[in-house]
Every structure is written in structure tokens, then in C-alpha cells.
């Protein structure tokens, strides 16, 4: 069967839709890419007479799964919690994985389309700053459009800038992999996805998001860059270069200087937890309380969707409970490290760097000339999310999760599109 374009589109505009959400009308977050979901499975249902799934992850799952059901037996998860996560990552790994099946695997086809998206998302959040310096509001306050869109200003007066997500942090995760791809684009890499002003668009929207998850997205997409060309002057002018931008924005980007001074005092003992930003109080309760988690369920976690509840079990003994002003993250670790070390445990850990490790590919290694671009850019996705973002399937993460892998078995034909 061959598939129609605007399918593949429709799937894709998936990952950028989680934006639109509508909150305390169902039990669970409503969000359009729920609606795109569902109709999407059932086409896709006419179109594969043998319907089959990847074996080596539907093991794993299978596994999680039996071992968060033993959880709910012993009233550390409830089953409420557990369906949401099954559902939510059953029905998103299988609508993406049958999505690049039914290209054909053509994953260069696919994430093009992705990047047309992101070029897209970034002009609209570069007309937000605009609009927001010329006093044009309906223009950067989208409010109206959106119900979930936050209004954030940074400390240096300039508006930090969301496009069409609720906000800045979450921009980041969806733009991360096209802005590795401009960084390439702009390089002097003989395979290119974007010309330069798509590239610019792309980079500057990103740095107008004044988000440290966003900044440490950049500066690990550099590191990669210059690790993938591999030379030893690539390597002492990458590392100047990655200092000399670190110095820069802890210097003049007061958000992030307030990030990272927080940060570096809690760790040092120098200033309580409770006095700290909201983002530091966040990471740092939540990693207390997976801590706790993973003590008393070392192999497979407290199960799927468990760790709200174990929020409220263990934060007791991780902080002095009478002194939080506030409860963040609660529901996905604020973290997806943390949340895997707190509901799936060690195999959960072991099995999504394994799969990191086993399925990157390195610019030397790969015969096609483009799909370690493809690849490294999903990895530093992975990364932050790892450090920052715990939902299992917000913004496309199987998306970008299924195109990873088949990045291997593509580059094996060796063949550019």
C-alpha cells in the first residue's frame, strides 16, 4: 500500500501537537494528538494484512508490564496509573513504528517532514519575540488559542518564546533534533537537510527560548558535532568553543546563572533545598524520592506510572515536608532517568542505554552520508529528556525512538536516498 502524504504528515504533526491540551475535563490530560492516535491505528489496520510488532521491545514492555501488575498486588501502584501508561505507550510506539513501515522504512522521507514542522514552529516563536518587542499581543500571547499556553518572561526582559507549546522547556525537546540538524547544515558537512536560513531560523528560535534544558540541548549537540568529525583540532577548538558559549550565557542569561548557582549550592551544602528555584526544588526532590524508590525496588522498579505515588510515600524522608511551599513533577520525575530509576529499576535503566549505545551511529561508520545526522540528533533528544523530561510519550518520543533504531537497519543498504 502506498501511503498517502497527507497521512504521514498528519501522524507527524503528532509529535507537535501536544501543545494543545485541555486540562480537568477527563481525569487525564486531553491532548489532540490523542485524536490523531486512535484514527491513525485504524487505517493503518487495512493496511497490514500480518500485523506484527518489534519482538526485542515487545518483550521488554511485556515484562515492565507483568512486573507493574505484581506492583499493583502489592499496593505500591494502583491499576488507574498503570492503564494510563500502558495505553499511552502501547497505542504511540505502535502508530510510529507502523508509520515507517508502511514507508517502507524510508526514515530520510519521514524526518524531513519532521523538519518542515520545526522550521515552522521556529518562525512562529521567532514572530512571538517580535510581536512581544513591538507590543503586538495577540501575536506572542496565544493564550486565545491555546489553553494551556504559559505567558514567561525572562530576566532580561525578552519574552521566552513557546511557538505552539505550552512552554519554553517543552519547545526544546521538539526542536532539539532539528537544531543538531542546522548546526550540521551550517557545518561543513557534505549532506545537508536545511539551507541556511531554515538552519538560523531553527538555532535562533531555540536560543530565544532562555531554557537550560534548551541550552544544554546546544551544547551537547556541539560536543556531538565535533566528536563525530573526530579530529584531534576539531576536538581542542570544539572544547574552547563549547567554554567560551558556556561562559557567555551563565554571564549575561540571568535564568539560567540562577539555575546553575542554585544547583551548585544545594549540592555543596551551601543553601537549603527549600530556598532554591522551583526548577532546582523539582529535580532534586524528585531525584530524593527515586533514590528512596530504587532502595526499596532495585530490580524492576515500583512500576508503570507508580511514582506519584511514591512521591507521597518517600518525599517524608527526603525532605522536611512542613517547609515545601509547593509540589512539582510529582506525576513524571522531572526526569526520565529518574522516573525509569524509580518505576522500572535497574532493567528499565540497563535496557534504554543499552539501546542508546547499541543503536548510535557514528559519522565514520555510517556508509550513507546522512543517516548519522538523523541519529545523533534524535540521541541528544534522548539526553535531555534523560536529565529533564519523564513522560514516556509526550512530544513524539517514540517517534524520534523508532527512527533511532532504524537508522541501523537503513544504513546497512548503504544506499543515499
Known amino acids: 500500500m502506498k501511503t498517502p502524504p497527507w ?6 504533526f503528532a509529535v507537535f501537537s501536544d501543545g494543545l491540551v485541555f486540562r480537568y475535563i477527563l481525569p487525564i490530560d486531553l491532548r489532540i494528538s490523542y485524536f490523531i492516535i486512535l484514527p491513525t491505528l485504524f487505517l493503518f489496520g487495512f493496511a497490514f494484512k500480518n500485523l506484527y510488532f518489534n519482538k526485542t521491545f515487545l518483550f521488554v514492555f511485556i515484562v515492565v508490564v507483568v512486573s507493574s501488575f505484581y506492583n499493583v498486588y502489592l499496593e505500591k501502584n494502583t491499576i488507574t496509573l498503570l492503564m494510563k501508561q500502558i495505553v499511552g505507550i502501547g497505542l504511540t510506539s505502535l502508530m510510529f513504528y507502523l508509520l515507517i513501515k508502511i514507508n517502507k522504512y524510508n526514515i530520510n522521507k519521514l524526518f524531513r517532514i519532521y523538519l518542515n514542522f520545526a522550521v515552522l514552529a521556529g518562525l512562529i516563536g521567532l514572530f512571538q519575540e517580535l510581536s512581544y518587542l513591538t507590543g503586538f499581543e495577540k501575536g506572542y500571547n496565544f493564550g486565545f488559542i491555546f489553553p494551556s499556553w504559559r505567558f514567561n518572561l525572562s530576566e532580561m526582559g525578552l519574552l521566552r518564546i513557546s511557538s505552539i507549546m505550552s512552554e519554553p522547556t517543552d ?5 532539539m533534533p532539528a537544531f543538531f540538524v542546522a548546526l550540521t547544515s551550517l557545518s561543513k558537512s557534505n549532506f545537508k537537510f536545511l539551507n541556511k536560513w531554515k538552519s538560523l531560523i531553527i538555532i535562533f528560535s531555540v536560543f530565544f527560548s532562555f531554557s537550560l534544558v534548551g541550552y544544554i540541548g546546544m551544547l551537547l549537540s556541539i560536543a556531538l558535532l565535533f566528536y563525530n568529525y573526530g579530529k584531534i583540532r576539531h576536538f581542542i577548538f570544539g572544547t574552547i568553543f563549547l567554554l567560551t558559549i558556556s561562559f557567555f550565557a551563565y554571564k549575561n542569561i540571568i535564568d539560567l546563572r540562577i539555575r546553575v548557582d542554585d544547583s551548585v549550592n544545594v549540592i555543596a551544602g551551601k543553601m537549603d533545598l527549600y530556598s532554591a528555584n522551583l526548577s532546582t526544588f523539582a529535580l532534586f526532590s524528585n531525584a530524593l524520592v ?13 512500576g508503570l506510572g507508580s511514582h506519584e505515588l511514591s512521591y507521597n510515600k518517600y518525599i517524608g524522608r527526603a525532605v522536611d515536608v512542613d517547609k515545601i511551599i509547593i509540589f512539582l513533577n510529582v506525576q513524571d520525575a522531572n526526569s526520565l532517568f529518574l522516573r525509569l530509576l524509580s518505576e522500572t529499576g535497574l532493567f528499565g535503566i540497563l535496557c534504554f542505554f543499552w539501546f542508546i549505545f547499541k543503536f548510535h551511529v557514528l559519522k565514520k561508520n555510517d556508509r550513507s552520508g546522512y543517516l548519522w545526522i538523523i541519529n545523533n540528533a534524535i540521541l541528544v533528544t534522548f539526553l535531555i529528556r534523560l536529565l529533564r523530561c519523564g513522560h514516556y510519550f509526550f512530544v513524539g518520543f517514540f517517534f524520534f525512538f523508532w527512527l533511532y533504531y532504524f537508522t541501523v537497519r537503513s544504513n546497512t543498504l548503504a544506499k543515499v536516498e
Open 171 to 175: 519547545f526544546c525537546y521538539m526542536m
Open 7 to 12: 497521512i504521514n504528515y498528519l501522524v507527524i
Open 290 to 302: 527515586a533514590y528512596e524508590s530504587f532502595k526499596d525496588n532495585p530490580v524492576f522498579g515500583s
